[in-house]
């Protein structure tokens, strides 16, 4: 393994992540929200790549989220998080509640998988005034 990390550059290797919903290999769809939204969101990390390993999966301030299960395992903790270690060939299902406005981003926090193209961002809006 240690062999393989050394191999392992942003010349090599292409980390992504993609959107499976529509059954392709799309970059993230233009994901869009309004603040006071709750959204289910499913991450999956496939065992099927070049080079699996884990990823912490970090969401920047337009909110949180609780870790619903892992591989259909209800949390026993539910607590609020803005990063979950998403474990090799694991399906992490989080309830991402959006409280800040603006334009964030979602990531691996390992800086070379975000720097490869690990990372996508969306929208949060203030929503509609009455």
């Known amino acids: 393994m240690a062999e393989v990390n050394r191999q392992t550059t942003t010349a090599t290797v292409r980390w992504q992540l993609l959107d499976r919903t529509a059954g ?3 970059p993230p769809v233009d994901w869009r929200f309004t603040v006071g939204q709750r959204v289910k969101i499913r991450l999956v990390n496939e065992m099927d790549s070049d080079h699996p390993m884990h990823h912490p999966f970090h969401v920047h301030g ?10 259909g395992v209800p949390e026993r903790n539910l607590v609020w998080k803005d990063t979950v270690l998403l474990r090799t ?3 992490v299902h989080i309830l991402l509640e959006l409280s800040t406005p603006g334009a964030w981003m979602a990531h691996c926090h390992i800086a070379e998988h975000l720097h490869s193209g690990m ?3 969306f929208t949060v809006t203030a929503g509609a005034t009455r």
């Open 62 to 71: 337009a909110g949180r989220f609780l870790v619903l299960d892992r591989d």
């Open 89 to 91: 060939g694991e399906t």
């Open 119 to 121: 990372v996508f961002s």
């Open 24 to 26: 392709g290999n799309a």
